[in-house]
């Protein structure tokens, strides 16, 4: 079994004071997908650069207290890979890749656009970059899962109040348009939406700091697991945790009957 979560931890110095280690030492899993670290490689603790038990790996922004990616990983990667190869967005730290055999994890941060009108034309420009990057890894004979949180709630189901947001950054039909194609035209799976397609409150990754959002789970679903089919079909279960708040976001941890000792990777890949 292949056990990946993903987390935005919103601060990786805020999540360890809430006690992100302990809980993720407990997960037995694999792999570990983290965003939005805000530190750079001067900021982490000895202890963040060698939790127990995992290799770390992190790919951090330029700017201070901004971004970043990282990966923990039990097994040691044969290849890691930080740059996107544009300079804006590897500047932001927004993609770290790890190898093992023929498997690829990706973590990665999709830019928020939120904040201005600035940040979502920037927004679009990544999705605009990545999604030929995205199409070609799917095409490529591997199998891959991309952890990220992703800053878009695909469908209806994905967040409380979507007919308020249809406006709004993160649920524009645009970006929810750039999703579909993802799944439909490019070769990715919604692992989540696979096992539970109907699932609404217990789906959400992300609340608001703003008014009383998490007590009253006015969620969104923006923290995803993307798989190659092979791979995605393989997916036996699927949770996100609430019991413990590190984040504005919440883990979303998926196992896989998937052998990561498994085949080479193919020619060329």
Same mark, same amino acid.
């Not at 970059?129 to 891959?144: E, H, K, T």
């Given at each position: 079994?292949?056990?990946?979560?993903?987390?935005?931890?919103?601060?990786?110095?805020?999540?360890?004071?809430?006690?992100?280690?302990?809980?993720?030492?407990?997960?037995?899993?694999?792999?570990?997908?983290?965003?939005?670290? %805000?530190?750079?490689?001067?900021?982490? &603790?000895?202890?963040?650069?060698?939790?127990?038990?995992?290799?770390?790996?992190?790919?951090?922004?330029? %700017?201070?207290?901004?971004?970043?990616?990282?990966?923990?990983?039990?097994?040691?990667?044969?290849?890691?890979?930080?740059?996107?190869?544009?300079?804006?967005?590897?500047?932001?730290?927004?993609?770290?890749?790890?190898?093992?055999?023929?498997?690829?994890?990706? &973590?990665?941060?999709?830019?928020?656009?939120? &904040?201005?009108?600035?940040?979502?034309?920037?927004?679009?420009?990544?999705?605009?970059?990545?999604?030929?990057?995205?199409?070609?890894?799917?095409?490529?004979?591997?199998?891959?899962?991309?952890?990220?949180?992703?800053?878009?709630?695909?469908?209806?189901?994905?967040?409380?109040?979507?007919?308020?947001?249809?406006?709004? &950054?993160?649920?524009?039909?645009?970006?929810?348009?750039?999703?579909?194609?993802?799944?439909?035209?490019?070769?990715?799976?919604?692992?989540?939406?696979?096992?539970?397609?109907?699932?609404?409150?217990?789906?959400?990754?992300?609340?608001?700091?703003?008014?009383?959002?998490?007590?009253?789970?006015?969620?969104?679903?923006?923290?995803?697991?993307?798989?190659?089919?092979?791979?995605?079909?393989?997916?036996?279960?699927?949770?996100?945790? %609430?019991?413990?708040?590190?984040?504005?976001?919440?883990?979303?941890?998926?196992?896989?009957?998937?052998?990561?000792?498994?085949?080479?990777?193919?020619?060329?890949?």
């Amino acid at each position: 079994m292949l056990r990946i979560i993903t987390l935005n931890l919103n601060g990786i110095r805020s999540a360890w004071r809430k006690g992100v280690l302990p809980w993720a030492l407990g997960q037995n899993a694999d792999i570990i997908c983290l965003q939005e670290l %805000k530190a750079q490689q001067a900021d982490l &603790s000895e202890e963040m650069k060698a939790p127990p038990g995992f290799h770390a790996y992190y790919h951090c922004a330029t %700017k201070r207290g901004y971004s970043g990616v990282g990966l923990w990983c039990r097994r040691k990667p044969e290849r890691i890979v930080e740059r996107l190869d544009n300079a804006e967005f590897d500047l932001e730290g927004r993609f770290l890749r790890a190898d093992f055999g023929r498997l690829s994890v990706i &973590s990665l941060y999709q830019p928020s656009g939120s &904040s201005s009108e600035q940040r979502q034309e920037a927004k679009f420009r990544f999705m605009a970059f990545i999604f030929p990057r995205l199409s070609q890894l799917a095409a490529s004979g591997r199998d891959v899962v991309v952890c990220g949180d992703w800053n878009i709630a695909h469908q209806e189901i994905d967040l409380r109040n979507w007919r308020s947001n249809r406006k709004n &950054s993160g649920f524009l039909p645009e970006e929810r348009a750039w999703v579909s194609r993802l799944l439909d035209e490019a070769g990715w799976c919604d692992v989540y939406r696979r096992l539970h397609p109907t699932r609404t409150d217990e789906a959400y990754t992300w609340w608001s700091n703003r008014g009383q959002a998490w007590a009253k789970n006015v969620g969104w679903r923006l923290d995803y697991q993307l798989a190659t089919a092979a791979i995605a079909g393989r997916a036996q279960r699927a949770e996100v945790f %609430k019991a413990q708040r590190f984040s504005d976001h919440a883990p979303l941890t998926i196992d896989y009957d998937y052998d990561q000792d498994g085949d080479e990777p193919p020619p060329g890949a």
